[in-house]
């Protein structure tokens, strides 16, 4: 078991980790839309590569979220093979948003150094796939 401040400072050396290591300038939130963000995401059991849709206005979530459906096959059969489409993904602090990602196959915690190297390979496969895929459909998507 780790204390808050060690699993703190375990969270912040990964991050700081794959920053160094991995220095790519990466799309994320630079979407053009907003709500519409491309995220990694890593804690004591799992590691994701994700998009997230998290727009106040239900209307244009909803409108957002039926693009990204549409263009599932595309995804998965070209790009991302385990994609998961979520609408109704709850983040930690209890907010409701829709989530599309992928999870690291294998066993893997934040907390295990050993493990690292296995985000950090997924990360950079899966956001890399999923960046090829948002800038090839980004106007379809946007319109």
């Not at 053009?32 to 244009?60: M, P, S, W, Y």
């Not at 294998?106 to 997924?122: G, T």
């Not at 895929?133 to 106007?139: C, D, K, T």
Request: glycine content about 2%; hydrophobic content about 40%.
């Amino acid at each position: 078991m780790f204390s808050k401040e060690e699993s703190l400072n375990l969270r912040k050396t990964f991050w700081i980790s794959f920053g160094k290591s991995f220095p790519k300038k990466w799309i994320l939130y630079n979407t053009k839309i907003k709500g519409f963000a491309f995220k990694f995401d890593a804690n004591v059991k799992e590691a994701l590569v994700c998009l997230d849709i998290d727009i106040k206005n239900e209307t244009l979530k909803l409108h957002y979220y039926n693009k990204m459906l549409s263009l599932k096959n595309i995804l998965t059969n070209q790009y991302i093979k385990d994609i998961i489409y979520d609408d109704d993904f709850t983040l930690d602090n209890g907010k409701s948003i829709i989530r599309i990602f992928t999870k690291l196959p294998e066993k893997f915690s934040i907390h295990n150094k050993n493990s690292w190297h296995l985000a950090y390979a997924f990360f950079i496969e899966n956001m890399n796939l999923f960046e090829d895929f948002y800038l090839e459909y980004e106007e379809f998507i946007k319109n």
